[in-house]
């Protein structure tokens, strides 16, 4: 059985050397985590090697951690325009 590198699991937040249950050519290597056991995909993101949860109906794209540091981007930005608008009623 072959195995990937190491990474964050997203599941059980380990750094696990997960086991390829699946070999896809064209989609992602279904994986597995040796500690949770949890269904696991290496994540999208080009400079992480993270794994994303896998799921019966959905996989998910990206780790939590890159989810989790995205939806901080996208509230930064919000904040930004709401404070942009709140100083244009001012003046
Ligand atoms: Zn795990
Ligand atoms: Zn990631």
Same mark, same amino acid.
């Given at each position: 059985m072959s195995a990937k590198h190491f990474g964050r699991c997203s599941f059980c937040e380990d750094r696990v050397k997960p086991d390829v249950i699946e070999k896809n050519f064209f989609r992602r290597d279904k994986c597995q985590c040796p500690a949770c056991e949890g269904i696991i995909y290496e994540c999208r993101s080009p400079l992480c090697h993270d794994y994303a949860k896998g799921g019966d109906y959905y996989d998910? +794209? =990206?780790?939590?951690?890159?989810?989790?540091?995205?939806?901080?981007?996208?509230?930064?930005?919000? +904040? =930004?325009?709401?404070?942009?608008?709140?100083?244009?009623?001012?003046?």
């Open positions: 998910d +794209e =990206l780790c939590r951690w890159c989810v989790e540091s995205s939806g901080g981007m996208i509230k930064t930005a919000a +904040e =930004l325009i709401i404070a942009a608008i709140i100083a244009k009623k001012i003046l």
